[in-house]
Nanobody
Framework: QVQLVESGGGLVQAGGSLRLSCTAS????????IAWFRQAPGKEREFVSG????????YYADAVKGRFTISRDNAKNTVYLQMNSLKPEDTAVFYC????????????????WGQGTRVTVSS
């Protein structure tokens, strides 16, 4: 059974930082591209950042480019999202997702999802 478990969310003031983690089990982690999506109240789920299977290729939404950094440790089956200079508009539930093969930016292309971790940024 495949599981993706996110952690690291919380409440932070604007300008602060958080590091999210996504740990996977039940799959051959190195065969999957991993992405972070987020969903704010009343909005659709949107792509935030993605990373290829080896970790060399990384992708970011324009809204987070320069502030967020994605990385992965295949030995630990874990992907990280370092979020700096957080803004109130980053407030959302953040989800990690796994896609067998290459990176995608569309929700429907992902095979597995975590349960989400909430990030709240106060002004």
């Amino acid at each position: 059974q495949v599981q993706l478990v996110e952690s690291g969310g919380g409440l932070v003031q604007a300008g602060g930082s958080l590091r999210l983690s996504c740990t996977a089990s039940g799959l051959t982690f190195s065969e999957y591209a991993i992405a972070w999506f987020r969903q704010a109240p009343g909005k659709e789920r949107e792509f935030v950042s993605g990373i290829g299977r080896s970790g060399f290729d990384t992708y970011y939404a324009d809204a987070v480019k320069g502030r967020f950094t994605i990385s992965r440790d295949n030995a630990k089956n874990t992907v990280y999202l370092q979020m700096n200079s957080l803004k109130p508009e980053d407030t959302a539930v953040f989800y990690c997702a796994a896609n067998l093969g290459t990176h995608r930016r569309t929700v429907g292309d992902y095979d597995y999802w975590g349960q989400g971790t909430r990030v709240t940024v106060s002004s």
